[in-house]
């Protein structure tokens, strides 16, 4: 009697678990829906978001020029043939994600409306240029790109070296041809590819890093003891890149790159003592530019003391910090705050016109937007069937990671400013293409043929 109990409660138990199974994918249908009730859900909160935009503007010049719509209707295409494409009968990959990054695309263009980045009309076109290119990469790559896809494209061994020369001629065209704005440095024409290195970077490492994973592993008490053959080719490959842009004197990109790679050895190798070295050395970086570059140099001191020079260097970190303290916990409201006051507020300081005018509250569900995109990326990699989709997610992950910290942190004083800008929230240009094309990769890995 007692067996056949067991017998009778084991199959009560399997049958159980098999309408658990069948019901959880009704469940998902039901509380997370894709396609057209995404993309209505998406334009209603844009159209609540934009309003109070439009009825000041209309208030101020009845005739609402087609260069304010045009930023609309380029994320509405967007969103329909993402949605499109992402339909749950042929794509196999995270609707998460792709919902999530159309989100974040549509508060960069409410804000950058409320700051007034595109009162421009069609004939500049580089006020739109990099956001339809940058869409339409990442809808190539949601369209044609898979994880087996990449995997093959970064097969061939005469890619890692392409993706090196690439690197390798960005930084040396900055070289001898850059000029340097507002600290930065651009070719002619205010075009800053550097942008480009970022993901070329990922894709080198994704491509390189699993050649060498025995003779990066090995480690002693902990302690990472790598191969001569391996240190001499990870020098080569990562050191030569990094040297040129610590001559470069890009301080945001140096730490940007030295932290995503050492993330990416990391999750190869499985020690987190290489994640403490790269710390390290990009701290050294860092002071190493300081002692070449008269501005990275003025950026720590103001860092460090801002009251030292409040109406001139210290002037853009103060307003910062008033605007944030202004918007308090709830903020003023949109078009109630004064963002205008902080110099350059659509690019490095979009985060403290978020902070005034949505508050505390509204910065807190923007990191936890921040927050679950991310994890999307990682939760992909930790699912990835090869050291190559696994590391290029990885990659991806970090570069936009750390892009965060580095902005957000810069924006609060709780780091030094480095110029670099807030994914998708800050104005377009080629960060917004780089932003985009590096999604467009992250949503092509989580894929499976």
């Not at 494409?85 to 508060?107: A, N, Q, S």
């Not at 087996?148 to 001898?176: D, F, H, S, V, Y």
């Not at 002619?188 to 890093?209: R, W």
């Not at 050191?239 to 890009?250: E, F, Q, S, T």
Request: hydrophobic content about 55%; some cysteine; charged content about 10%.
């Amino acid at each position: 009697m007692a067996k056949g109990t067991k017998k009778s409660t084991r199959k009560k138990s399997a049958e159980g678990n098999a309408k658990g199974r069948r019901i959880a994918p009704a469940l998902a249908r039901t509380f997370f829906p894709t396609g057209l009730v995404w993309f209505l859900a998406l334009s209603a909160f844009l159209v609540v978001m934009a309003l109070p935009i439009f009825a000041e503007q209309l208030t101020e010049n009845p005739q609402i020029s087609s260069a304010i719509l045009a930023p609309l209707a380029i994320w509405g295409g967007t969103a329909i043939l993402a949605f499109w494409f992402t339909r749950p009968k042929v794509f196999t990959g995270d609707r998460l994600f792709v919902v999530l990054t159309l989100l974040l695309f549509e508060l960069g263009i409410v804000e950058q409306l409320r700051l007034g980045s595109f009162k421009q009309t069609w004939e500049i076109w580089r006020a739109y240029a990099p956001m339809l290119a940058g869409a339409v990469s990442f809808l190539l790559c949601i369209r044609f790109l898979s994880a087996n896809r990449i995997e093959r494209l970064l097969a061939p061994k005469a890619l890692k070296w392409l993706l090196w020369l690439g690197i390798m001629g960005i930084l040396g065209a900055l070289l001898c041809f850059g000029r340097r704005y507002r600290g930065g440095i651009f070719l002619p024409g205010q075009i800053n590819p550097t942008e480009l290195v970022k993901i070329f970077a990922v894709l080198l490492g994704a491509a390189m890093l699993p050649s060498l994973k025995e003779g990066l592993s090995r480690h002693f008490c902990g302690m990472p003891l790598p191969t001569f053959s391996a240190l001499i080719t990870l020098g080569f490959f990562w050191g030569a890149p990094l040297l040129g842009v610590v001559m470069v004197r890009d301080l945001g990109l140096v730490l940007i790159l030295c932290l995503t790679f050492v993330v990416m050895l990391t999750s190869l190798t499985r020690n987190p003592l290489w994640l403490l070295f790269g710390l390290c050395g990009a701290a050294g970086a860092g002071l190493a530019i300081c002692q070449i570059s008269a501005h990275t140099a003025t950026r720590f001191s103001i860092w460090l003391n801002p009251f030292n020079d409040p109406l001139g260097k210290g002037y853009q970190i103060l307003q910062s910090l008033c605007a944030m303290n202004a918007g308090g916990l709830t903020g003023t409201g949109i078009n109630h705050g004064m963002p205008g006051s902080v110099p350059i507020v659509t690019s490095d300081f979009v985060y403290a016109a978020i902070a005034e005018e949505w508050g505390l509250l509204g910065c807190a569900l923007l990191l936890i937007v921040y927050l679950f995109w991310l994890r999307c990326i990682f939760r992909a990699a930790s699912s990835a069937k090869s050291l190559v989709t696994q590391l290029a997610n990885v990659g991806i992950g970090a570069v936009l990671g750390v892009q965060i910290i580095l902005n957000i942190g810069g924006v609060t004083k709780a780091l030094p400013m480095t110029g670099i800008t807030l994914p998708f929230l800050s104005h377009g240009g080629f960060s917004l293409l780089a932003v985009f094309i590096l999604c467009g990769l992250a949503t092509a890995l989580t894929k499976r043929d």
